[in-house]
């Protein structure tokens, strides 16, 4: 479809962290913390240059969930930021979001098995520069080739509750789902495959309260798929799954996670499979008559573009009438329903974010690899996100992620909030606000697609 050339290195680090960490991520669970690993979690790196002795744009993705804490999450970017040298626009840090990995919450220290929480964030930053470090060592002149694919995984989530007058988080069956799947297929100047990276929209919440197991969910399965087909490495980035997320989940099955893996994985093949050759086009070449007039398109050589540049800018979002964070701890503080108790907990993380204003300032990274955009932001983005960027600035392809560099909470379109859901009740910011992210989002890339 697009093609990039440039410098590109690639690099993975294990980040599984201890077992007995703590790993409370469902207000369901009944238990503290890990008590195995089902797969490994890793942090996967991809470096993109113009010419080796310049500065990188750097892709990271990491089998996590979210952040909690605006400053841990700060205090990890802006460390590998200052290891590298590098300005703020040129680092992507995203998250799988996973919801069987461990707190990243070093306010939870004093919890079970808390006392894993702050060294590990320390090694996830030192393993992360070594990462980078040796993807840029090992870079070399590469091409990177976009093909759409689909995957019917996901599906829609906001269900209206039978008898009742909201929506829970479930497979709504009457309402469609994006079922795209973008594919990067990166060669090397023998056409050997290095990587991969596969953007796809779909919450990882197979494994829920009942699974005791460290897991990247259903992306690890993917990968393992990916990777044994390809024998090279594959970066999933997370697509604006705020209303997505598979139709059988919240289970204890590890088996059930391997199996929507290998789903994905196999779309992930066809659109490998249906790729051109790097560096090649499709061209028309005129008519061959036969028993009916044959129109013929041949391969021929089609330069990939060299262009590489990144932004980020800062979008104004208004914020919902809220409790203070002062209001928050001390309702937390005597609230005895455990449910109730996880729910202020996370409120309390969000407000600390998003500070005491009417107004939060929401960063939103937006890059082009050639004639692709890929455009990063921390929340979690309803799909419409995705295709209307898609939309708006087709030819191009189009990554879209959430959780990148940070997290706030939802982003659901204007039509939800007139719905009482967890979505709308979770997040901190007034409707309109995602429509004005896409606003942003597509100005910026309309701007750089017309960069010559």
């Known amino acids: 479809m697009t093609n990039y050339h440039g410098i590109i290195g690639i690099s993975r680090e294990d980040i599984t962290p201890p077992v007995g960490i703590f790993a409370r991520n469902w207000g369901a669970a009944t238990h503290d913390v890990a008590a195995g690993v089902h797969m490994p979690l890793t942090l996967t790196c991809i470096t993109f240059q113009t010419g080796k002795d310049v500065q990188p744009l750097v892709l990271v993705s990491a089998d996590l969930g979210w952040w909690k804490s605006a400053a841990d999450e700060k205090t990890l970017r802006h460390g590998i930021l200052q290891a590298l040298s590098l300005t703020e626009e040129r680092l992507m840090f995203c998250l799988t979001h996973t919801h069987a990995g461990p707190s990243t919450f070093s306010e939870d220290a004093g919890k079970p098995g808390g006392q ?30 976009w093909q759409y694919g689909s995957c019917n995984l996901a599906v829609n989530r906001d269900f209206p509750e039978p008898g009742g007058d909201r929506l829970v988080v479930g497979y709504n069956p009457a309402v469609s789902a994006d079922d795209t799947v973008l594919v990067g297929r990166i060669t090397d100047s023998d056409c050997k495959v290095m990587g991969t990276i596969v953007n796809y ?28 087909a390809t024998a090279a490495p594959c970066l999933f980035l997370q697509g604006a799954s705020g209303e997505l ?28 499979e249906g790729m051109l050759p790097p560096d090649t086009t ?31 800018t800062l979008v104004e979002m208004p914020l919902k009438p809220m409790p203070s964070l002062a209001e928050i701890e001390a ?33 939103l990274w937006i890059w082009r690899l050639g004639n692709t955009i890929l455009a990063g932001q921390p929340n979690e983005a309803y799909s419409l996100f995705q295709q209307e960027l898609r939309q708006q600035l087709a030819p191009a392809a189009v990554a879209v992620m959430n959780i990148v560099n940070g997290y706030a909470g939802y982003l659901p379109p204007l039509t939800s909030f007139s719905h009482n859901s967890y979505t709308v009740w979770q997040t901190p910011f007034q409707q309109g606000s995602l429509e004005q992210l896409i606003c942003s989002a597509i100005t910026i890339s309309q701007r750089m697609i017309q960069t010559a």
């Open 201 to 228: 929209a779909c919450h990882p919440t197979t494994l829920a309260w009942e699974n005791q197991l460290l897991s990247p969910d259903y992306i690890g399965g993917m990968r393992t798929v990916v990777e044994t």
């Open 116 to 145: 894993y929480i702050i060294p590990y964030l320390q090694q996830l930053q030192e393993k992360a520069v070594s990462c980078i470090r040796r993807a840029l060592a090992a870079a070399q002149p590469a091409t990177l080739t």
């Open 245 to 272: 997320s598979p139709a059988e989940q919240y289970s204890g099955d590890t088996s059930l996670a391997d199996g929507y893996g290998r789903q994905l994985g196999y779309a992930v093949l066809s659109a490998l």
């Open 331 to 363: 309702a937390w503080a005597t609230c005895e329903d455990h449910v109730l108790k996880e729910r202020l907990w996370r409120q309390r993380g969000i407000r600390k974010t998003v500070g005491e204003g009417a107004v939060a300032k929401m960063p």
């Open 282 to 312: 499709l061209t028309y070449t005129g008519v061959v008559e036969s028993g009916a007039s044959l129109g013929i398109w041949k391969k021929t050589p089609a330069p990939a573009s060299t262009t590489l540049l990144a932004e980020m």
